[in-house]
């Protein structure tokens, strides 16, 4: 037999460890600032907490749970995401009895989609819920942690947060009925897969990423013109601490999530050097669920990462990042080669050293790395009091003195 991972899956070791502590040790830390209590619930659970909350028409449900038969005749399923078996928990351990329940917990899903770059069927997510209170503070709380923790994993990304809502349960379900109206007038010009989703899930398909798709969707009708005044004050509020707060948004007509327990707020934050899997992060308001699940009729928010996404990101950051490569030709520069490195680590520059007296060596690994920079000690340089700076990308090559370095790195990585 081949040994082999199954598809959809991958190890996880050596960088790509560093990166997930890193990460889940950033969002402990964030928790705990915000009063979140991590909880861990079961990697399966019965197959019948996730069909109904997440949709029996959504494509989770449809076609991506494992789900099997155990020895008991009980129908079982890898968890395909956190926010139900989190409220299963708290529901089952009694932890709704001091509201509000800020809750949080870091594991494994599982979706069997099709694997690409930053898909997978097996993944990791961070997940962050708040149950109890249907205060806009509380959206806006957790839209500002998950920017807080984005930024401090990814200081240099461009991540675009994008905002919309769906209003309440009557209206989503009137504007599902027009947009189903909406859709079956234009259904010859739409995909087959979004012709199938007219009748059972027409809010699929305003996120369609087929050109036709999204041409027709553009003069559907608006969730907007349908949001009760209850509905549009909450919305308008959470944008008004936005723009406060100055986190950057943009409003997102067809933003409307995978999973059918939505309303009122829903936000995602997306990057452009994702490729397909452009989003980061996703969640929002989901006010029935718990009642749904058979806990208490209050209200709840939350969002979920995914921790390889993020990732993702981390290495396309260190690719881009300005990193600088020291090369010392001789270990008779070791004197000159310290102040060099006392001077980049005070102005925090970023380099990276082999160890290695030998100039060819330093090449090979600075390649490996995607180094931008080398800055060159040799006899020349030692006697003349300079360093050679070569740009790796251009083929540059500069001659400064060591407070000039500074300066010209800056300038060149802008
Ligand atoms: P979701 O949008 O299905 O939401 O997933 C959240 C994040 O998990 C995505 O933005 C993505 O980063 C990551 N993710 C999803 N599927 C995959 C995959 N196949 N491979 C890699 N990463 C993936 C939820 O799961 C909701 N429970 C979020 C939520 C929490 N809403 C309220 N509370």
Redesign the pocket.
């Known amino acids: 037999m081949e040994l082999r991972s199954v598809r959809?899956t991958h190890d996880i070791f050596g960088e790509e460890i560093d990166k997930f502590n890193r990460i889940s040790n950033i969002v402990s830390k964030n928790a705990n600032l915000k009063n979140f209590k991590e909880i861990q619930t079961p990697i399966f659970e019965f197959s019948e907490l996730f069909a109904k909350p997440l949709g029996e028409q959504s494509d989770?449900v449809l076609k991506?749970m494992y789900s099997f038969e155990d020895r008991n005749n009980e129908f079982l399923t890898l968890r395909?995401?956190?926010?139900?078996p989190m409220i299963r928990a708290a529901i089952s351990n009694n932890l709704l009895n001091d509201l509000p329940l800020k809750i949080f917990g870091i594991g494994p899903?599982f979706?069997r989609?099709r694997?690409q770059k930053?898909?997978?069927?097996q993944?990791?997510?961070i997940?962050?819920?708040i149950l109890g209170t249907k205060d806009f503070i509380a959206d806006v709380e957790l839209i500002l942690l998950s920017n807080n923790i984005l930024k401090e994993l990814l200081p240099q990304s461009e991540i675009k947060l994008h905002i919309n809502s769906l209003g309440d349960k009557k209206t989503l379900s009137d504007f599902k009925k027009n947009l189903t109206k909406y859709f079956n007038t234009h259904k010859k010009k739409l995909s087959e897969e979004s012709v199938n989703k007219i009748y059972t899930n027409p809010l699929r398909i305003l996120d369609s990423k087929n050109i036709e798709d999204i041409e027709i969707s553009k003069s559907s009708p608006k969730i907007y013109e349908y949001l009760t005044a209850e509905a549009k004050k909450h919305y308008e509020d959470i944008r008004r601490s936005l723009n406060l707060l100055e986190i950057n948004f943009e409003e997102n007509s067809n933003l409307v999530?995978?999973?059918d327990?939505?309303c009122n707020t829903v936000f995602?934050?997306k990057s452009d050097d994702l490729g397909s899997?452009d989003?980061?992060?996703?969640?929002?308001?989901?006010d029935g669920l718990i009642k749904l699940l058979g806990g208490p009729d209050i209200p709840?928010?939350?969002?979920?990462?995914?921790?390889?996404?993020?990732a993702l990101l981390m290495d396309h950051e260190k690719k881009t990042n300005s990193i600088v490569h020291l090369a010392v030709t001789n270990d008779k520069f070791t004197d000159y080669f310290l102040y060099l490195q006392k001077y980049l680590s005070e102005n925090k520059i970023s380099y990276y050293w082999n160890y290695k007296y030998n100039l060819k060596k330093s090449f090979t690994k600075a390649n490996l790395y995607s180094a931008s920079y080398m800055i060159i000690i040799g006899d020349n340089e030692f006697n003349g009091k300079f360093f050679t700076i070569k740009n790796l990308i251009t083929g540059e090559q500069k001659e400064l003195e060591l407070h000039q370095i500074s300066n010209y790195l800056n300038d060149k990585s802008r």
């Open positions: 959809g989770v991506e395909p995401e956190y926010t139900t899903m979706r989609e694997p930053g898909r997978y069927r993944f990791n997510q997940n962050f819920e999530r995978g999973l327990y939505y995602e934050f899997q989003t980061l992060l996703g969640g929002g308001r989901y709840g928010i939350g969002w979920a990462a995914g921790i390889e996404r993020i």
